[in-house]
Each structure stands twice: as structure tokens, then as C-alpha cells.
């Protein structure tokens, strides 16, 4: 890994409100942590976020299929940095996800490009998508919902 890089990635620590940071490129891991720091990590689902319905204007592809029952409550899987959003592993190549897949812990959603690394942003929870809520190739930020999903029982 280039030191130029390294450094940008302690000054984009050093400069946000993130406690913590791991990157791993290659054989190459890079975990930064700011000193005194305390990081929690979720387990479980994340509560959930109301998210809006689909407008006239949405295309078949991106409109959600109906819930089982009235009382489903969608969460978002969102963007853990600041970068693009690629829905596919490559240009041309079949997106990793699309509305209606059901995914289990640990599928990769999509990548986040982010000073030319590209980080996979996996599920945490089995889950049904809903809605690809970012067009491929759009910029995110972090904490930006990029999927709008139903939670299952594993």
C-alpha cells in the first residue's frame, strides 16, 4: 500500500466522526482506531427505518414486491463510507443483488469504491430487497441508505 494513502486514510480518520477504520487490499490489512475510543458493534438487525414508497415514476425494476403481511417493517442496508455505489463485481457483468433476491448473512450487496480500494458491503442479517435505492455508479455518503429490505427469520 502507497504511504500517500495511508496517510489520507489516518487524516480522513482524524477528521470525521469515526472512531474506527479497516481496509484490507490484497495480503495487505489496515485497521486504524482514534486513541481512547470505544466502538460498539451491532449484532443483531438493525432497527427499523420508514422508507418511502415508490413513486408513479419508478420503473417495474425498482418497485417492490408486495409484503407477506400488512405489519412488515423495511430497514435499509446502507453505505458504511463515503465513495461510488457499483452494483456489480464489473462493467456488464449481472448485479450482485436485485429487488425480490432473498440474501443471507454475510452476501455481498455491492461495492463502495473509496480512494480507488473497492470495499464489499456484505449483509448482516438474512433479508429480502425490496428496493435498490442508488443507481449504479452514484456517489454515497456514509450512513446513506443504498437497499431497502424486509428482514427474515434464519
Given amino acids: 500500500?502507497?504511504?500517500?494513502?495511508?496517510?489520507?486514510?489516518?487524516?480522513?480518520?482524524?477528521?470525521?466522526?469515526?472512531?474506527?477504520?479497516?481496509?484490507?487490499?490484497d495480503n495487505l490489512r489496515v485497521h486504524l482506531k482514534k486513541p481512547g475510543e470505544r466502538v460498539q458493534v451491532q449484532a443483531a438487525a438493525p432497527a427499523p427505518i420508514p422508507v418511502s414508497q415508490p413513486s408513479a415514476e419508478t420503473t417495474p425494476r425498482e418497485s417492490a414486491p408486495e409484503p407477506a403481511t400488512e405489519d412488515d417493517t423495511l430497514v435499509t442496508i446502507v453505505s458504511p463510507m463515503v465513495g461510488?455505489?457499483?452494483?456489480?463485481?464489473?462493467?456488464?457483468?449481472?448485479?450482485?443483488v436485485n429487488s425480490g433476491d432473498i440474501i443471507e448473512e454475510g452476501h455481498t450487496v455491492c461495492i463502495v469504491e473509496a480512494m480507488k480500494l473497492m470495499n464489499e458491503v456484505s449483509a448482516k442479517f438474512r433479508a429480502r430487497i425490496e428496493r435498490v435505492l442508488v443507481e449504479n455508479g452514484e456517489p454515497v455518503e456514509f450512513g446513506q441508505a443504498l437497499y431497502a429490505v424486509t428482514p427474515l427469520e434464519s
Fill in 1 to 25: 500500500m502507497d504511504f500517500d494513502i495511508l496517510r489520507q486514510l489516518i487524516t480522513i480518520l482524524e477528521e470525521s466522526s469515526l472512531a474506527e477504520l479497516e481496509i484490507e487490499e
Fill in 84 to 96: 461510488v455505489f457499483y452494483s456489480a463485481p464489473a462493467p456488464g457483468e449481472a448485479p450482485y
